[in-house]
């Protein structure tokens, strides 16, 4: 089949799981076959090379949304310029993700005679004001639903958005992960004291105020253990002044982390943790952490519940609870037999998510729909 997948956000910037997950389920359908383009926004001073199976229109902008994160997304393009690139590409299905996002979604999708698949990522935030920017979006996102075909989502909770619009089915279809590049290789660790990672961007919803003050506390009961914080966000320096004010020994800003040093990043861990509070609809970089073997400690939203199951459950706490944070660190930094059991637990997990099982989820979902279209029509 030829394929087109549509990313909203600068593909040049590795920032989000949306961005990786376009790139490895383009790779997977290419390498079982299917002749695949990804189309998303041209990044401004773009000083690299295009891919060959990449098509960049209209111009991407960041912004810094209402939900306390920032993106990059793209913004208008020319019609006549997506016109004639539909022309000439002929797609059997295209393959929007994260549709809702204004608004080159809706101009190709305006235009499209393919089959047209979304999927939905994000979960928002349960809060008043975001549900107040919700009902100004609705209108918009029931403008571009009127166009699409076939719907899946990440998790239940990513699906709730969409459902609260329309009536057709959605198909729950996980974030997936690379198994060969997260399989566990023998590394030796620089430091002798035991580790607590952070890896994601430095931003309000991430909550990692809440993790500082956790490991605080830690640190009055254990002198061996470290923290090593890496990633970028707008809340690096009131993160970095936190840690100085209140004296809380041990702690490493890393910065910004190639893809290509994540994982001898995360293996370097005895323990990840992600205190995130809201806006995560599944948990890529919990997967990756389970795939290598280095035991969890997560926030309890509903996108992360939805990777920690049964005994990977104890993973999951209320990162504003400060002493019940500390504990969940303490027992899965040093109690050897929950270790052990959630270790056996993320071994039996993971190959459900690897990326050529998730590839196979979504071609049933585009041969499915594109026979009931047929059908219909």
Same mark, same amino acid.
Do not use: W
């Given at each position: 089949?030829?394929?087109?997948?549509?990313? %909203? +956000?600068?593909?040049?910037?590795?920032?989000?799981?949306?961005?990786?997950?376009?790139?490895? &389920? #383009?790779?997977?359908?290419?390498?079982?076959?299917?002749?695949?383009?990804?189309?998303? %926004?041209? %990044? !401004?001073?773009l000083n690299q090379p295009v891919p060959k199976n990449m098509i960049l229109l209209g111009r991407s902008t960041k912004l810094n949304t209402p939900f306390a994160t920032m993106v990059d997304f793209g913004f208008e393009a020319e019609g006549v310029e997506i016109q004639a690139i539909l022309d000439q590409e002929n797609f059997d299905i295209i393959h929007f993700h994260e549709p809702w996002v204004p608004v080159l979604s809706r101009q190709i999708l305006m235009r499209s005679k393919a089959i047209n698949i979304a999927t939905f990522h994000a979960t928002p935030p349960s809060t008043l004001v975001s549900k107040s920017l919700l009902n100004i979006v609705i209108p918009y996102t029931k403008s571009v639903l009127n166009y699409i075909d076939g719907y899946?989502?990440?998790?239940?909770?990513?699906a709730e958005y969409v459902l609260s619009l329309m009536d057709e089915p959605v198909v729950i279809i996980p974030n997936g992960i690379n198994l060969t590049t997260f399989t566990p290789k023998n590394i030796s660790k620089a430091s002798g004291k035991k580790r607590i990672l952070y890896l994601g961007r430095l931003e309000k919803r991430k909550a990692v105020p809440y993790l500082?003050?956790?490991?605080?506390e830690l640190r009055k009961?254990?002198?061996?253990?470290?923290?090593?914080?890496?990633?970028?966000?707008? !809340?690096?320096?009131?993160?970095?002044?936190?840690?100085?004010?209140?004296g809380i020994p041990d702690v490493t800003f890393l910065g910004f982390i190639p893809e290509n040093q994540k994982v001898a990043l995360i293996q370097s861990a005895d323990l990840y943790c992600s205190p995130a509070m809201y806006?995560? #609809?599944?948990?890529?970089?919990? &997967?990756?952490a389970m795939a290598l073997g280095v035991p969890v400690v997560a926030g309890n939203n509903p996108g992360y519940a939805s990777v920690m199951t049964d005994e990977g459950r104890i993973s999951l706490v209320n990162p504003k609870s400060e002493t019940d944070f500390m504990h969940r660190l303490e027992l899965m930094l040093y109690n050897e037999e929950m270790r052990t059991v959630w270790k056996k637990w993320a071994k039996k997990q993971? %190959?459900? +998510?690897?990326?050529? !099982?998730?590839?196979?989820? +979504? &071609?049933? &979902? +585009?041969?499915?729909? !594109?026979?009931?279209?047929e059908q219909k029509t």
């Open positions: 089949m030829k394929i087109g997948l549509v990313c %909203p +956000y600068n593909m040049f910037q590795f920032a989000g799981g949306v961005q990786e997950i376009v790139q490895e &389920l #383009s790779k997977e359908l290419i390498h079982l076959g299917h002749d695949v383009k990804i189309i998303t %926004p041209r %990044p !401004k001073n899946s989502a990440v998790s239940d909770s990513a500082l003050k956790a490991y605080h009961n254990h002198d061996d253990v470290e923290l090593v914080i890496a990633g970028s966000g707008v !809340k690096r320096s009131t993160l970095e002044k936190l840690v100085q004010t209140e806006g995560e #609809s599944f948990g890529i970089v919990l &997967l990756e993971t %190959p459900r +998510y690897s990326f050529d !099982k998730i590839a196979e989820q +979504y &071609l049933h &979902l +585009y041969t499915s729909t !594109k026979k009931h279209h």
